[in-house]
């Protein structure tokens, strides 16, 4: 039986310096193997592996990693680390990272004020128009 899943990101050569990337940005990271094809590597204790695949494929909005953040701080550091040096805002918390990855910024309270029945609607329709979460207007909602 497998011991632990973990996923793969296919990069165009730019495995190491991923991986590197990423460990400036979440805390308690290292990279715990590397050779030419593969980069280990863990994110927040979390173990990635990192592929040096080539040009064949590239990362998509099919597939994304989620950060619950405890608030706008946390938030804001994410957003603002992962877009630097090339990255791409896009709307409702998602980003790509400049090696074209997808990650899903987000406040942990967002579930809950999206199952508020009073304000639910309201907190969709707020988030809808944001591309960075803005929880205080989340809140306000």
């Known amino acids: 039986?497998?011991?632990q899943i973990y996923p793969c990101i296919w990069f165009d050569g730019q495995a190491k310096a991923a991986a590197e990337f990423y460990g400036s940005i979440f805390p308690?990271?290292?990279i715990t193997t590397e050779n030419p094809i593969v980069v280990l590597f863990e994110l927040n204790g979390f173990k990635f592996m990192g592929l040096n695949g080539g040009p064949q494929?590239?990362?998509n909005?099919?597939?994304s990693f989620?950060?619950?953040c405890e608030d706008q701080a946390e938030i804001d550091h994410y957003w603002y680390k992962l877009i630097a040096d090339g990255g791409e805002e896009s709307m409702c918390g998602w980003l790509k990272d400049k090696y074209g990855v997808s990650w899903q910024i987000v406040p942990k309270t967002l579930?809950?004020?999206m199952s508020d029945?009073?304000?639910g609607q309201r907190v969709m329709n707020?988030?809808?128009k944001m591309r960075k979460f803005d929880i205080q207007a989340l809140l306000d909602a």
């Open 1 to 3: 039986m497998a011991d």
């Open 28 to 30: 308690n990271s290292k």
């Open 57 to 59: 494929f590239t990362p």
């Open 61 to 63: 909005e099919a597939v």
């Open 66 to 68: 989620v950060v619950n």
């Open 111 to 113: 579930g809950k004020l």
């Open 117 to 119: 029945p009073e304000k």
């Open 126 to 128: 707020a988030f809808l």
